[in-house]
Antibody, heavy 117, light 111 residues
Framework: EVQLVESGGGLVKPGGSLRLSCAASGFTFNNAWMRWVRQAPGKGLEWVGRIKSKTDGGTTDYAAPVRGRFTISRDDSKNTLYLQMNSLKTEDTALYYC??????????WGQGTLVTV | DVVMTQSPLSLPVTLGQPASISCRSSQSLVYSDGNTYLSWFQQRPGQSPRRLIYKVSNRDSGVPDRFSGSGSGTDFTLKISRVEAEDVGVYYCMQGTHWWTFGQGTKVEIK
């Protein structure tokens, strides 16, 4: 069974930093492309960024609102995905989901971790 | 950026009756490989989103066959043949042809 468990959310002041983690299990993590998607309270879904598998280059892409402030990384030895968030703004307040990324988009989702700025 | 526009934004439905949600994109979602990367997601109250449909009309594993997707180019539709109580929630379309963009969401509720 695929499981994605996010952690690391919390309350942070504007301008501060936070690192989110996503522990993955139930699939071959090192072959997977992964994404972060966020949802502001009572609002819709917005993708944050993506990281390819290392075999596909391990490159990252980011949505415009977070580019230059957020960094996605992965530790395949720990089956863990990360989101480093710097220079946080009040508009970054959201529930952050870790998702797998396949041809159909986000196939599996975690339960999310709440970030409040 | 590709804009995804859903309608209606609120959909009161009667149990056992059909329901339909429209999703329009600001440009064609046909990718250079010939595929159309349009997906549908369901988000029940208090839960994470769940993918129902990918590449326009392919149902994900475990999704009831009362859910179906159709469309092409810029116009797409999610249909529920007979609404059940567990179908209450917000439904999002998402395009993956030009990066990712989600629609605003359609709230389905029981009359």
């Amino acid at each position: 069974e695929v499981q994605l468990v996010e952690s690391g959310g919390g309350l942070v002041k504007p301008g501060g930093s936070l690192r989110l983690s996503c522990a993955a299990s139930g699939f071959t993590f090192n072959n997977a492309w992964m994404r972060w998607v966020r949802q502001a309270p009572g609002k819709g879904l917005e993708w944050v960024g993506r990281i390819k598998s290392k075999t596909d280059g391990g490159t990252t892409d980011y949505a415009a609102p977070v580019r230059g402030r957020f960094t996605i990384s992965r530790d395949d030895s720990k089956n863990t995905l990360y989101l480093q968030m710097n220079s946080l703004k009040t508009e970054d307040t959201a529930l952050y989901y870790c998702t797998t990324d396949d041809a159909g988009g986000p196939g599996y989702w975690g339960q999310g971790t709440l970030v409040t700025v | 950026d590709v804009v995804m526009t859903q309608s209606p934004l609120s959909l009161p439905v009667t149990l056992g009756q059909p329901a339909s949600i429209s999703c329009r994109s600001s440009q064609s979602l046909v990718y250079s490989d010939g595929n159309t990367y349009l997906s549908w997601f369901q988000q029940r109250p208090g839960q994470s989103p769940r993918r129902l449909i990918y590449k326009v009309s392919n149902r994900d594993s475990g999704v009831p066959d009362r859910f179906s997707g159709s469309g092409s180019g810029t116009d797409f539709t999610l249909k529920i043949s007979r609404v059940e109580a567990e179908d209450v929630g917000v439904y999002y379309c998402m395009q993956g042809t030009h990066w990712w963009t989600f629609g605003q969401g359609t709230k389905v509720e029981i009359k």
